[in-house]
């Protein structure tokens, strides 16, 4: 076994900084450590386990409340029955990103819309007109304008 850790040590340790390992405490997240006489606090082997965890979970970019119940999981029960959830929560996880990339790509097609959009918007106007008089902007317009080859665009501004 360990020996007990002082938190500079806990910290070289796991890659969480001290302020940060504070905070889990403060949270709950991290039960409060031992102390020595003088106040220092001493942590153990599980409380690094238990950091190096947390510090996993949020790479994964888990939450305060899903780490925490997380944490209280995993120091709480049989690999056996601990693996399903861990799975669970994998798998939520996934479909989260899953959507957010789908979310992503919806956006940067609207963006590569609204680009379009402002270069042909942009030959249709006329020099000096002001923005709150024009109807071509995209972003203040329903339906903005539309160049037109008339006015000189070519569709590849």
């Known amino acids: 076994m360990m020996q007990p850790l002082t938190i500079g040590k806990v910290s070289q340790n796991t890659g969480v900084s001290i302020r940060t390992i504070r905070f889990y405490e403060s949270e709950g997240i991290l039960p409060a450590p031992s102390r020595t006489k003088s106040g220092y ?37 049989e690999c056996n029955s601990f693996a399903p959830q861990l799975r669970e929560l994998i798998h939520a996880k996934r479909e989260g990103v ?3 990339i789908a979310d992503l790509h919806e956006l940067q097609r609207e963006l590569d819309d609204l680009e379009r959009h402002v270069s ?19 972003l203040i317009d329903e339906e903005g304008g539309a160049c037109n080859e008339d006015a000189g665009c070519s569709g590849s501004d």
Do not use: K
Not at 45 to 64: F, S
């Open 41 to 77: 606090r001493l942590y153990s082997t599980n409380d690094i386990r238990r950091l190096r965890l947390i510090r996993n979970a949020r790479v994964l970019g888990l939450g305060l409340p899903e780490i925490r119940t997380l944490v209280a999981q995993a120091f709480s029960s």
């Open 98 to 100: 899953t959507q957010r």
């Open 120 to 138: 042909h918007a942009q030959c249709a106007t006329a020099p000096g007109q002001m923005v709150a008089e024009c109807g071509y902007c995209p």
